[in-house]
């Protein structure tokens, strides 16, 4: 009886440890549950370099903390935890989870095994050095690369061992605490110089049928070798590859699940700047090759992009998929990192907002992102409460992109940059606009919150926007040019139309209720006409609207 009671409690033990971090779903939306509460990873990832010592490590989370993070994207290096094949070293990492705790931070370990950056820079000594155990990729042409061949069983023991000791490590000294919330498979898998891999393993599984979970998966009725079903361009060698780095990483992920089951996700550099593959990291979990990387990865539980190139919007619609939560672990580390984490939180219900190697931002980068995480740490209980509901939006502007209509209901919110009102002399100085952006949330019925830097919002019904005629204002608000006569009888107006009871500079507690700061009327809000944040601000405002 007492080996039953135990085994039972044994078992509980694990069904616990398995559930301090976990995903769920509300509406639409995924969340990431740690120690059963939802939390919004308002993260930075540090530079590469920054986790191989004790010192550098107590150092760059001390500056992460102090930046307004509460969760950090770290390192967790092969060469380091296997310097030699079979012994291992997890001093680094105790370094990372016990420095976190003393911050009160949370980490995403960032595997860097067989590939990071598409090159086989981490992994041990003893791997880069045998390539007859350990073989290369090989270009078209036979050009020996810097990145091992996925198609090596042997790479893929070592890289599954060494992380699945990892995830043992990782499990014995944090499954009460939970320090460790997610792990990322490998960092921004992909072939260069080449679509894919001609090695002569790679060769072989070429010639070989398209597996039937792919066709099926992709509902292709053709059957065949990759070249017969896909063809032989560049595209079609990059699916070939897609699939079998998905099912490389599957090993790693399904075996590190099975022995602590935290989410697990993977990354990629975007195929930017017209680059064909090859010229950008081929074959990644891309946008466009998704599908066939959930074939062939189902324990990855995020694809994730890395964004670094102009046109934010594009790539976060790309991969805010109803299958996919959005969620990223670097973006560009700049001065408009701030306006993007509100855009990224109010428009995608996203799970993380990370800017890569914050560690060596200067100050006035930093300053601006601990600004904006410390309204958006405040706005957590409301967005968390309302994610996946279609009831939160989120904005950003630059000079040419620089207005947004957004209709709820019989409520339109023209949103525009702060910059298109006439007053502001920065507007017309011929210097380039900052980037403005927020997001807003309904609460209720003619009832809004919104936040964050450099916008302006006018509220509107349908029918009074539809009879709205736009005018130039002057500097003081009014028409810029007046005196102007039309013999043309304006149409008698229908409808009603929205006024503003209020507009609220608010702070919000732990508990998700408001605290008022002060009132903003008269010039404020433009006499009623509108609600509006300037650049540099980081404000909550709290609306009440009516109609008449």
């Not at 894919?196 to 292709?220: C, F, G």
Request: glycine share 8%; proline share 4%; hydrophobic share 35%.
């Amino acid at each position: 009886m007492n080996k039953i009671v135990l085994s039972f409690l044994a078992l509980l033990c694990c069904i616990n440890i398995q559930a301090g971090v976990k995903l769920q779903k509300q509406g639409s939306a995924t969340q990431l549950v740690v120690n059963d509460k939802p939390m919004l990873l308002l993260a930075g990832e540090l530079s590469n370099s920054a986790a191989t010592s004790p010192a550098d490590i107590r150092k760059a989370l001390k500056q992460m903390k102090n930046s307004g993070v509460n969760s950090v994207f770290v390192p967790a290096y092969w060469e380091f935890v296997e310097p030699d094949e079979g012994k291992y070293d997890f001093a680094l990492v105790d370094s990372v989870i016990t420095t976190a705790r003393k911050h009160d931070l949370k980490i995403v370990f960032l595997w860097f095994g067989a590939w990071k950056n598409s090159m086989s820079c981490y992994a041990p000594l003893w791997v880069k050095e045998n390539t007859k155990r350990f073989p290369r990729s090989l270009t078209e042409n036979g050009k020996p690369l810097e990145i091992c061949t996925a198609f090596s069983d042997n790479l893929l023991q070592a890289d599954k061992r060494a992380f699945c000791e990892l995830m043992k490590h990782i499990k014995a000294v944090d499954s009460q605490e939970n320090t460790v919330i997610m792990m990322q498979v490998e960092n921004e898998i992909g072939m260069l110089e080449s679509a894919r891999d001609h090695s002569p393993l790679a060769e072989k599984a070429y010639k070989q049928t398209v597996p039937a979970p792919l066709l099926k998966a992709l509902k292709l009725k053709k059957k065949g070798t990759w070249a017969e079903v896909f063809g032989t361009d560049r595209y079609a060698d990059e699916k070939f590859q897609a699939y079998y780095y998905a099912k490389y990483v599957e090993q790693l992920a399904s075996a590190g699940k099975a022995i602590y089951d935290i989410p697990m996700y993977v990354n990629a550099a975007m195929n930017s700047r017209g680059r064909k593959p090859g010229e950008y990291p081929s074959a990644g979990p891309l946008a466009h090759l998704i599908d066939i990387w959930k074939c062939g990865a189902p324990s990855i539980d995020i694809f994730a992009p890395d964004i670094y190139d102009t046109g934010y919007k594009g790539w976060v619609e790309k991969y805010k998929r109803a299958d996919n939560p959005f969620f990223t672990p670097e973006v560009k580390c700049d001065a408009n990192s701030g306006v993007k984490a509100y855009y990224t939180f109010g428009e995608t219900d996203a799970i993380s907002f990370s800017p890569f190697a914050l560690d060596e931002a200067n100050y006035k980068v930093k300053n601006s992102l601990r600004r904006s995480y410390k309204v958006i740490n405040q706005l957590s209980p409301i967005l968390l409460q309302h994610q996946g509901k279609g009831k939160n939006w989120g904005l950003l502007f630059d000079q040419e992109d620089k207005e947004r209509i957004i209709e709820d209901g019989d409520i339109t919110m023209t949103c525009r940059h702060f910059f298109t009102l006439p007053w502001d002399p920065r507007a017309t100085d011929g210097s380039k606009w900052p980037e403005g952006g927020g997001l807003i949330v309904k609460l209720a019925k003619n009832e809004y919150i919104i936040a964050g830097n450099g916008i302006v919002v006018v509220f509107q019904s349908k029918t009074e926007k539809a009879q709205a005629e736009e005018k130039k204002l002057g500097e003081d608000g009014f028409v810029d040019n007046g005196g102007t006569e039309t013999k043309k009888q304006a149409a008698t107006f229908k409808g009603k139309r929205i006024g503003i009871g209020y507009v609220d500079q608010v702070e919000v507690d732990k508990n998700g209720k408001l605290q008022f700061i002060r009132r903003d009327n008269g010039d404020q809000d433009h006499q009623g006409r509108h609600a509006r944040i300037s650049c540099g601000d980081n404000k909550i405002l709290h609306i009440k609207l009516y109609e008449y």
